[in-house]
């Protein structure tokens, strides 16, 4: 294999939850490798700012305003998108977590979870096979799971089920939509150190829970990178329905 193989030239990718976080690192691993780039979430700010960045490292770059869990705005959002440039990749990476356990756990964060994470996924992914088979073109779908899917965690069902029920939509809508020329796959990270969990994890909790991940290390961002890129590029062109697990050996750690 070449790194031909890897090339996402002539690609245009949408990213959902761009507007930082992993999918704005997404979006530019994406660009980088040669994809225009259309980046969807709500905060349009957040957006404009992430695209302003791209453009400025020589990546073609657009943003769409997108509520993942509203048919009628990923359908508006896509009908842009298009405009832009024939959408080939799809990373499905908005998602929300509600820390609570499941007796203490609202209605609302249990339906917004849900909604988000997985009910989001599909409805963004239908508009995009939808679009794919009426064009007669090839397409590339990556669901950004959790190893969260396989094992569970205390204070987090909710999150946990999304993410479960991630990997087996990635595995039906696999089935389905092979026969038109579409991909589907997921990406399901251990713990990556952001912003957001970098105090935690600093913690004397958070460095108990360090230990006990086989390579004794978080995940960086850039640990996704190779991952991301095989799975969007023809270098994994006969593969769907596989979820790829980046953990530095946590599901394979004793319990």
């Known amino acids: 294999m070449t790194d031909q193989g890897f090339s996402l030239r002539g690609d245009t990718a949408l ?3 761009a507007s930082g976080g992993l999918g704005r690192h997404f979006a530019g691993v994406l660009g980088h490798a040669g994809a225009a780039i259309v980046l969807a979430a709500r905060r349009g700010d957040k ?3 992430a695209v302003a960045t791209l453009q400025e490292s020589g990546v073609r770059a ?7 869990t509203d048919a009628n705005s990923v359908v508006a959002a896509f009908a842009e998108a298009e ?3 024939p959408i080939s990749i799809l990373v499905n990476n908005s998602g929300v977590a509600v820390s609570a356990s499941s007796l203490d756990l609202e209605e609302k964060d249990w339906d917004r979870v849900l909604d988000t ?3 989001g996924a599909w409805l963004v992914s239908r508009a995009f096979a939808r679009h794919v088979r009426t064009e007669k073109r090839q397409g590339a779908i990556i669901n950004v799971a959790s190893i ?6 205390g ?6 089920v999304s993410k479960a029920g991630l990997v087996q939509l990635t595995q039906a809508m696999a089935l389905e939509l092979a026969r038109f020329g579409i991909r589907v796959n997921a990406l399901a990270p251990g713990y990556i150190a952001t912003d957001l969990n970098r105090d935690f994890f600093a913690s004397d909790a958070g460095k108990a829970m360090i230990a006990r991940i086989p390579q004794r290390r978080l995940g960086a961002p850039e640990d996704l990178d190779g991952p991301l890129l ?3 590029s023809d270098a994994s062109r006969y593969m769907t329905g596989a979820t790829i697990t980046v953990d530095g050996g946590h599901l394979v750690s004793s319990l």
């Open 148 to 153: 969260l899917g396989f094992r569970v965690a």
């Open 62 to 68: 657009m943003a769409v305003v997108m509520d993942v």
């Open 117 to 119: 994470n997985l009910k």
């Open 47 to 49: 957006l404009a700012e």
């Open 83 to 85: 405009a832009f440039g």
């Open 15 to 17: 990213v959902t939850g």
């Open 155 to 160: 204070h987090v069902s909710a999150y946990a």
């Open 230 to 232: 095989l799975l969007a």
